[in-house]
């Protein structure tokens, strides 16, 4: 399995442009995140989804949108990018939580995103 | 929603001693505190988790508390060693039920091991 996997790894785009980072995960897991972190910070929850067709705002939503089409795939939109949404974005992804509680979270490489 | 604090914001040690990173949470119905390890550039890796229905779980040299009455959990590190050098964060988690389940993190915590 490779995991969750995200890309670009890297990206730099100039202000007002519009970009979308994807994520892919092959462990058949209905949860799936989107984080962003800041330099020196914790990660902050923009978007996450708990099935197909369902999605939901997090903490830092403002300034992107998602989509979940398929239980694999949970692409993240930036529709105007500006300089504040510099950050590094994880997504990550978990099973179903079982009866004693949540299953771990499995995060992809992440993608280093700067705006000029 | 849930906050989730974390202290200290670095923290340097001797190689053989231990390391106690400590986070408090404000929703008491969080029940789940993972702790994740974040090495530069790197991807967060979940060290060690906790559910809220034990109070301590230990994995080798890596050991975690939990104090449900004072909403607060601590990571320990016996016996450091350089390569635990790394930036650490601990999460927590509210049941299902609640709608959202999603991890909120504190703000992570530096250890640097001296050899």
């Known amino acids: 399995n490779a995991g969750v996997t995200q890309t670009p790894k890297f990206r730099i785009l100039k202000i007002g442009q519009s970009m979308t980072l994807q994520c892919t995960q092959d462990?058949?897991?209905?949860?799936m995140y989107w984080y962003r972190q800041d330099p020196g910070m914790g990660l902050k929850l923009i978007y996450y989804s708990v099935g197909a067709g369902i999605t939901d705002k997090g903490e830092v939503p403002n300034g992107y949108n998602v989509s979940r089409s398929t239980t694999e795939d949970f692409p993240l939109r930036l529709e105007l990018a500006a300089p504040s949404q510099t950050s590094v974005y994880f997504c990550?992804?978990?099973?179903?939580?079982?009866?004693?509680?949540?299953?771990?979270?499995?995060f992809g490489d992440g993608t280093r995103l700067s705006i000029l | 929603g849930e906050n989730v604090e974390q202290h200290p914001s670095t923290l340097s040690v001797q190689e053989g001693d231990s390391a106690v990173i400590k986070c408090t949470y404000s929703?008491?119905?969080?029940?789940?505190f993972p702790w994740y390890k974040q090495e530069l550039g790197k991807r967060p890796q979940l060290i060690i988790d906790i559910r809220s229905n034990v109070g301590e779980k230990k994995d080798q040299r890596i050991a975690v508390t939990l104090n449900k009455t004072a909403k607060h959990f601590s990571l320990h590190i016996t016996e450091t060693q350089p390569e635990d050098s790394a930036v650490y964060f601990c999460?927590?988690?509210?049941?299902?039920?609640?709608?959202?389940?999603?991890?909120?993190f504190g703000s992570g915590t530096r250890l640097q091991v001296q050899p």
């Open positions: 999460a927590a988690s509210p049941p299902v039920r609640e709608g959202r389940r999603a991890l909120t």
């Open positions: 462990m058949n897991h209905n949860y």
């Open positions: 990550a992804s978990t099973s179903v939580p079982r009866p004693r509680g949540d299953q771990p979270q499995h």
């Open positions: 929703d008491s119905a969080s029940n789940y």
